[in-house]
């Protein structure tokens, strides 16, 4: 898939938590309807990239930009009306789980988006049936397996018709035969066009579905393009190393 | 028989049912309106709290520690003796109200602000990354967790708070203790004792029962 146009643009992105400098000048751009995948070590970075991306966390300086609108620049009184073009599927799922499946899917949508009750029902009920879920729109989160409440929770931010989803390590809390079904939803939204940003470690599924890798260390985006490139011919050490690192791991 | 002559003389109980009775609608109305007032105004403490300004928050947990270190028949004399001498005439029942209102409130304040406390950064996280206000977060993801974990050290702390209305009887409150007290000291009998042991009964094993009810529709496993 040829991106038309940048969706996601991220211009000499720097954060630092007191003396620690955890992102140092980051470029990165995801097209329209693109599938990148954001690789590398634990503590490269990753996550507080993806973070920055709808301002949960502060950037120190440099420029994002979504859908054309440099999201750095706005106040931060004004950040929920960005955060709704901004979806974002969280590690620990973070449903609410005081309230019905069916009522985390409503919550935003009413409350942020400003939708009638009928109206943002009708979305979520429509959202779950895409997640494979609808069935279990009255259970309580806790009654769901780990990948259902993932899925559920990718539910809750399409509904409110995001531009970008961002994911941060979505599969990691799963058990691995849970994984699959999350990855599948995953696989049916690239090829309906969403633009998706997604920090993980399923090596084979960046292989098989993603448009382009980037691989990060050290606060650094060391190397990116296509998958195949990228794992088949990974040009600097530090990818060489990771790469055999990880399939090491996967091998034991 | 000396022992039923004793606790439960009928002509005893005869006389003084309709002061009793009179006395039960007392302390009903002091306890509901104090667990009204104390749980309401706690959980606007607590979610006011949340908010974070530094200066207010000072004055919560200065109330709040005030508030529960006091033993409340010293807080009750104050208003009750020492106000009059400002020019602020405060009936008994109402000194009782406020007090145990105030009690009640620091209390639930702190119990609701521990349950914010334990909910989890992520669903913070989760309400704003979905567009929602902190406030809205607060109302719709925070507080009603927090609520629910609340709800057991609530309760005891409601039921004990509310036997405490018996202390209007130092000040000449008409609740249960103290009609029942001087009917036994005109009576010469303890019956009008016992009758308020019953009268408590009456008003607060229906209210522990449904304490534990409301215990089991709220509790929800994560």
Redesign the interface.
Known sequence: MTASRTMLEIHALEKRFDQTEVLKNIDLKVGEGELVFVIGPSGSGKSTMLRCC?R?EEPTSGAIMIDRERITDIPRRD???M??K???V?Q?F?????MSVLKNVM??QV???GRSKPEAQARALDMLDQVGLKHKADA?P?ELSGGQQQRV?IA??LA?DPKVMLFDEPTSALDPELVGSVLKVMKELREKGMTMLVVSHEMAFAREAADRVVFMDGGYVIEQGPPDELFGNPKSDRLKAFLSRVSGNEAA | MRFFETFFNLSVIEKYLPDLIAAMGVTLYLAVATILTGVLCGAALACLRAAGNRYVNFIIIMFADMMRALPPLVLILILFFGMPSLGINLSGEMVIYLVLSCVLMAFAEEIFWGGLTSV?A??W?????????KA?TLF??AF??AF?MGIPPLVNRVLATTKLTALGSVIGVKEILSVSSSAQSFSGSATPLTMAALAYMIIFIPAVIASHQIERRFR???
């Open positions: 709808n949960l950040l929920d009306r955060r709704l901004v979806g974002m969280f620990g973070h449903l609410y789980p005081h919550l935003a409350k942020a988006l309580k806790a929770a809750r931010a409110l | 989890t992520g669903q996280e989760a309400g704003r990354a979905t567009g929602l206000s809205q719709y993801i009603p967790q629910r929800y496993t994560r």
